[in-house]
């Protein structure tokens, strides 16, 4: 039987030390690397003792998939292969966490959708895989820019949601994630997501903690059900699921489970706030105006507040880190004092903004936008402008810069 | 802070899982009883005072102590074997103690033999069947057994306590973390230490009647 604190101190057939997680990402020396978003998720796996990595190229997500191909090729991931599809490799990542594995993969856009019926069954059979969603378009017309449509999907499969803002918390959170989603009171997938392009494609400065450090290795005997069981739910549902036996018990021994796993996610809440220091960030939050928003619309957001405050108005932020468990008191109390509350989306529907609106008291405080989709920018500009329009400040329209 | 707190039911025709109610897991070195957070000591104390209260005061063994898959198993398995000798020296008459075992999860149709064992999916069988009105999971996966937990809560006014060797369960009445040979065994010194001072419930355990 593994026992993950006796391997700390060991090395690993990398020559890396398997050290403890909390020293690793706390107290290590860090380098600063100048790299890209994709490069980062290279370097994070680098130092995650995993054990299995399932591929399928799609934009734009193909660059990290294939870098994780060299580290698997010098020897720092277990196996490593390219499914038939995003379906199968989901399917095949449920395989080889049913098996007892530490489990990654990325995707990105339609391949996210393609693969949606398998995050219900990852959740529901407890498997901790991590999965790297590289937000793009989703819809017809084809777009393969940013656009985070599809997180609206995830939010709701049972998996923990986190949606990075830089590389350096993709870096970061890669890490930390795997010490979230394997604690065994949670023991859930957990979807990273970041906009594609804007983190995965441009280069940043990003503290990477040493390359002779790994984490130590997951340990399938500490799951909340017995791994690989054929005879046993949850594998055993795959082929004869006992929901389909038409009974009330049945019934309620299947919304028990259903009520389990969100149980799970709530636990999570405890392990992510030590992990991540919080499921959100704040700056300013007596300010009357608030911009609260997640990803990379925080970045604009960042520069929106600056523009403002050399106007002399006077703005605060809420960073959403973490959208499932969703930070639902940390919201109600970050946004107590703000008389406008603006949310600022790369997508369509504006979810982030129907989330706030049913988390907080006096919805009507809550502006839905600016919105962009389909790949278009977020000027900073258009943030401002939204705010001043709703000040009664007079604005340039930025029309003319479409 | 939530006021929810986890008591014997029938709670509801579907009760909510206690953490969607805020309910959180103790810290090491802690225990829960009835959702707040207690030191574990007082948990010792509450656990076998439930026991010696209890008519049909009942352990349920799971997979990972039932089956001697390596040595720490094994001694467990000889723990719970203590504390259910235990438990028969300690009670009155009228008092029945039983070990039932939960062999496996495997859903059984039309339904389990509930003289024999408990399955997750339908525990309430046992239950009822058995009259049982305390009882203790301990070496039961955490999923199965919070599953077993929230269906027990929901239709009988059976007394859970978790011995959990992870994180502990919010779903039972009753929860101690980090199980291992030791605590079992001063679970079962709670039990001895508590013998005789406690007024057994010996009127017909409410949880075989209800629902």
């Known amino acids: 039987m593994a026992d993950t604190h006796s391997v700390i101190g060991t090395k690993n057939k990398k020559g890396q030390t398997f050290t403890d997680t909390w020293a690793m990402m706390n107290d290590a020396p860090r380098t600063p690397s100048f790299y890209t978003g994709s490069e980062v998720i290279k370097e994070a796996l680098r130092r995650a003792s995993c054990d299995v990595m399932i591929a399928y190229p799609i934009t734009p997500q193909s660059e990290a998939a294939a870098l994780i191909g060299e580290l698997f090729a010098e020897g720092y991931i277990g196996d490593y292969f390219r499914g038939e599809s995003e379906f199968a490799v989901m399917s095949q990542c449920a395989g080889a966490a049913f098996g007892g594995a530490r489990v990654f993969t990325t995707t990105a856009g339609p391949g996210t959708m393609r693969a949606m019926e398998n995050f219900p069954m990852w959740s529901g059979a407890r498997l901790p895989i991590q999965m790297i969603v590289t937000c793009r378009g989703i819809n017809s017309p084809l777009s393969i820019q940013p656009d985070t449509l599809e997180i609206a999907y995830l939010l709701n499969t049972g998996m923990l949601v986190w949606h990075a803002e830089t590389a350096q918390d993709f870096f970061d959170w890669i890490l930390k994630g795997y010490m979230v989603s394997e604690e065994p009171d949670v023991h859930l997938p957990l979807a990273l997501c970041c906009d594609g392009f804007f983190v995965t494609h441009t280069k940043d400065v990003v503290n990477l903690t040493p390359a002779d450090m790994c984490l130590p290795p997951y340990d399938p005997y500490r799951s909340p059900v017995p791994c690989m069981d054929m005879e046993c739910p949850p594998v055993r549902m795959m082929r004869d699921p006992f929901v389909m036996k038409s009974n009330y018990i049945s019934y309620a021994t299947h919304a028990s489970w259903q009520q389990e796993v969100w149980a799970a996610v709530e636990r999570s809440r405890k392990h992510t706030i030590k992990w991540l220091n919080g499921l959100i960030e704040t700056e300013n939050t007596d300010a009357e105006i608030l911009i609260v928003a997640s990803g990379t619309a925080v970045s604009q957001g960042r520069e929106a507040i600056r523009l403002l405050e050399d106007e002399g108005i006077r703005c605060g932020l809420v960073k959403v880190k973490v959208l499932r468990p969703w930070p639902g008191e940390e919201i109600r109390e970050a946004t107590k004092n703000a008389k406008h509350i603006i949310v600022p989306e790369f997508n369509v529907t504006g979810w982030l903004a129907k989330e706030i609106k049913a988390t907080i008291p006096n919805s009507e405080r809550v502006h839905a936008g600016p919105r962009v989709c389909g790949g278009m920018t977020m000027p900073p500009e258009i943030i401002v402008s939204e705010i001043k329009t709703l000040l009664g400040i007079h604005t340039v329209s930025m029309a003319s810069r479409g | ?211």
Request: glycine share 6%; with cysteine.
């Open chain 2, 1 to 211: 802070m939530t006021q929810y707190r986890v008591l014997p039911g029938p709670e509801h025709f579907l009760p909510p899982s206690a953490a969607s109610m805020g309910i959180c897991l103790p810290n090491p070195g802690e225990a829960h009883v009835n959702g707040v957070i207690v030191p574990e000591e007082r948990a010792y104390e509450e656990a076998a005072k439930q026991f010696l209260m209890a008519k049909v005061p009942t352990i349920f063994p799971g997979p990972l102590v039932l089956w001697a898959w390596n040595e720490k198993a094994a001694k467990k398995a000889t723990a719970v074997r203590h504390l259910y000798n235990t438990l028969k020296e300690c009670v009155q008459p009228g008092q029945t103690p039983m070990l039932i075992p939960m062999p496996d999860y495997r859903p059984k149709y039309p339904k389990i033999n509930p003289e024999v064992e408990i399955n997750p999916n339908h525990p309430n069988l046992t239950i009822w069947h058995n009259k049982i009105d305390c009882c203790m999971f301990v070496g039961v996966h955490c999923h199965q057994a919070n599953l077993a937990l929230k269906i027990i809560r929901g239709g009988t006014s059976c007394y859970t306590v978790a011995m959990c060797a992870q994180a502990g369960h919010e779903d039972a009445m009753l929860s101690f973390r980090d199980a291992s040979v030791e605590k079992i065994m001063k679970l079962a010194e709670w039990v001895r230490k508590l013998k005789g001072t406690v007024q057994p419930r010996l009127t017909s355990a409410k949880s075989g009647a209800s629902n």
